[in-house]
T-cell receptor, first 112, second 110 residues
Framework: DGGITQSPKYLFRKEGQNVTLSCEQN?????MYWYRQDPGQGLRLIYY???????QKGDIAEGYSVSREKKESFPLTVTSAQKNPTAFYLC???????????FGPGTRLTVT | GQNIDQPTEMTATEGAIVQINCTYQ??????LFWYQQHAGEAPTFLSY????GLEEKGRFSSFLSRSKGYSYLLLKELQMKDSASYLC???????????FGQGTELSVKP
């Protein structure tokens, strides 16, 4: 079955620690995206990648970093510089032709 | 600038029809998408419009008017399971990113 996987579903960290969220897809999609969603708000784009070894900042990239060494994988690191990291993080992918994005199940990160 | 507006919340009755509106302003337009998101879950794709007109898919239909910067999602024969947040998103010409509205929380009452 093709799809997008994110792990873990729930993640807890202490303030000041970096944490990496995984995202893997076997849909053979070129483009991958990371979004953040806060309660009662829409999705905000953190980073996106249209092709392997290339990525661009989204609207709220500060305090985050990504890598795209393989087509299937697009991990997101939430650094200690991110002022308010507690949120629901969603990874998505799409074919480069501009069709809709398919979302993974999300990771709910809580930092205390 | 880029902006997408949709109502924050709506309430409808089981079996009825509801229309969720979305207006947008973007620098370039390359398609409009509707997603459904149940609480605590990921958004799932509902519809895609790139040309003016109505796209029908079962109980759900989506309409687009590019000249008016306007779309709506029409849900017929509402069921309790349709209670969810409905997200309107527009793809612009700058890097193909999706810009999301804040979502409309729909509550379906018996």
């Amino acid at each position: 079955d093709g799809g997008i996987t994110q792990s873990p579903k729930y993640l807890f960290r202490k303030e000041g620690q970096n944490v990496t969220l995984s995202c893997e897809q076997n849909l053979n999609h070129d483009a991958m995206y990371w979004y953040r969603q806060d309660p009662g708000q829409g999705l905000r784009l953190i980073y996106y990648s249209q092709i392997v070894n290339d990525f661009q900042k989204g609207d709220i990239a500060e305090g985050y970093s990504v890598s795209r060494e393989k087509k299937e994988s697009f991990p997101l690191t939430v650094t200690s510089a991110q002022k308010n990291p507690t949120a629901f993080y969603l990874c998505a992918s799409s074919r480069s032709s501009g069709e809709g994005e398919y979302f993974g199940p999300g990771t709910r990160l809580t930092v205390t | 600038g880029q902006n997408i507006d949709q109502p924050t919340e709506m309430t409808a009755t089981e079996g009825a029809i509801v229309q969720i509106n979305c207006t947008y302003q973007t620098s370039g337009f390359n398609g409009l998408f509707w997603y459904q998101q149940h609480a605590g879950e990921a958004p799932t794709f509902l519809s895609y419009n790139v040309l003016d007109g109505l796209e029908e898919k079962g109980r759900f239909s989506s309409f687009l008017s590019r000249s008016k910067g306007y779309s709506y999602l029409l849900l017929k024969e509402l069921q309790m399971k349709d209670s969810a947040s409905y997200l309107c998103a527009v793809r612009n010409n700058q890097g193909g990113k999706l810009i999301f509205g804040q979502g409309t929380e729909l509550s379906v009452k018996p």
